[in-house]
């Protein structure tokens, strides 16, 4: 190590020390304080949350069970999360049951008879879609997490593919379309269905827990961007571009098109099938 390496090491030591003494007790005290939050208010929350679902499932539960079969009824104390308990068991039973002869007997018996419900056969048609959607082995609810332009452009919006557009919405539609579901901030379970040209969304290459992780804190949870550096140097899109083209559209009537590998898939799949060995 040099001298000048060696002084500037005990410089920055030095200075570390005098900000050190420079912070005063309140100023120790709360930055000790907001640690400690940080600490603790995660594990505290995600406790108190699972408490009052236990809680509630117990509620509406155990008073089911009968007294004879209840060990609540021989024990001095309560015993939480037995109703969780009792559902979750009952539920396998119901699926092994809903498996055999019988079961699937009894379910095709009850589809046909809320199928000639007015409003209910809406509503449970359209339940159990979701459901199946969501909760099957291996569900694709949410394929990828792409980038749209959205409300207008130049502002983007973080969005879910749930799927190719098909039917008489991509029949009437020139481009290729993809159908992606727009989430609202905190609450990601509201949001829209837009139907986009597969060309006109970035894709993303955080994951969609991540993305939905982003979308719920409003933007305050960033993942970070591990694609390679060559990728993070090339721009994908730009809002300008479509400015210009949609002033020459709505004001001045001109038919024009956006320039030919301008769109963000198009850059997208153009920077992956550049080769290495060229340098921007």
Same mark, same amino acid.
């Given at each position: 190590m040099t001298d000048d390496e060696q002084r500037g090491k005990l410089g920055s030591t030095r200075?570390?020390?005098?900000?050190?003494?420079?912070?005063?007790? %309140?100023?120790?005290?709360? %930055?000790?304080?907001?640690?400690?939050?940080?600490? +603790?208010? =995660?594990?505290?929350? $995600?406790f108190y949350l699972a408490w009052i679902f236990i809680g509630f499932v117990d509620r509406q539960v155990t008073p089911l069970i009968p007294a004879a079969y209840n060990p609540e009824t021989y024990l001095p104390f309560a015993l939480p999360g037995l109703g969780l308990i009792v559902l979750i068991a009952?539920?396998?039973?119901? *699926? %092994?049951a809903t498996a055999g002869f019988f079961g699937r007997l009894w379910s095709r018996v009850s589809e046909q008879i809320l199928a000639r419900m007015p409003v209910i056969r809406n509503v449970h048609s359209a339940v159990k879609q979701i459901l199946e959607t969501v909760l099957a082995q291996q569900s694709n609810a949410f394929r990828e997490a792409v980038l749209v332009e959205y409300p207008r452009r130049g502002i983007w919006a973080i969005a879910f593919i749930t799927g190719r557009t098909e039917g008489e919405v991509q029949s009437i539609t020139a481009e290729e379309c993809i159908n992606i579901f727009l989430p609202t901030t905190p609450n990601p379970t509201s949001g829209f269905l837009l139907f986009v040209p597969k060309k006109d969304l970035v894709p993303l290459?955080? *994951?969609v827990e991540e993305a939905i992780k982003m979308v719920i804190s409003g933007g305050i949870v960033t993942p970070p961007d591990r694609r390679p550096a060559a990728e993070k140097n090339? +721009?994908?899109?730009?809002?300008?571009?479509?400015?210009?083209?949609? +002033?020459?559209?709505?004001?001045?009537? $001109? =038919?024009?098109?956006? =320039?030919? *590998?301008?769109?963000p898939g198009e850059r997208k799949e153009a920077s992956l099938n550049k080769p290495d060995d060229i340098e921007e």
């Amino acid at each position: 190590m040099t001298d000048d390496e060696q002084r500037g090491k005990l410089g920055s030591t030095r200075d570390e020390a005098e900000r050190k003494r420079a912070l005063t007790f %309140a100023q120790r005290m709360r %930055a000790y304080l907001m640690t400690g939050i940080l600490v +603790v208010a =995660p594990i505290s929350i $995600t406790f108190y949350l699972a408490w009052i679902f236990i809680g509630f499932v117990d509620r509406q539960v155990t008073p089911l069970i009968p007294a004879a079969y209840n060990p609540e009824t021989y024990l001095p104390f309560a015993l939480p999360g037995l109703g969780l308990i009792v559902l979750i068991a009952g539920l396998i039973l119901i *699926g %092994a049951a809903t498996a055999g002869f019988f079961g699937r007997l009894w379910s095709r018996v009850s589809e046909q008879i809320l199928a000639r419900m007015p409003v209910i056969r809406n509503v449970h048609s359209a339940v159990k879609q979701i459901l199946e959607t969501v909760l099957a082995q291996q569900s694709n609810a949410f394929r990828e997490a792409v980038l749209v332009e959205y409300p207008r452009r130049g502002i983007w919006a973080i969005a879910f593919i749930t799927g190719r557009t098909e039917g008489e919405v991509q029949s009437i539609t020139a481009e290729e379309c993809i159908n992606i579901f727009l989430p609202t901030t905190p609450n990601p379970t509201s949001g829209f269905l837009l139907f986009v040209p597969k060309k006109d969304l970035v894709p993303l290459t955080m *994951g969609v827990e991540e993305a939905i992780k982003m979308v719920i804190s409003g933007g305050i949870v960033t993942p970070p961007d591990r694609r390679p550096a060559a990728e993070k140097n090339v +721009v994908m899109t730009s809002a300008v571009v479509y400015e210009d083209l949609e +002033v020459l559209r709505e004001l001045e009537r $001109t =038919p024009v098109l956006a =320039p030919k *590998g301008t769109r963000p898939g198009e850059r997208k799949e153009a920077s992956l099938n550049k080769p290495d060995d060229i340098e921007e």
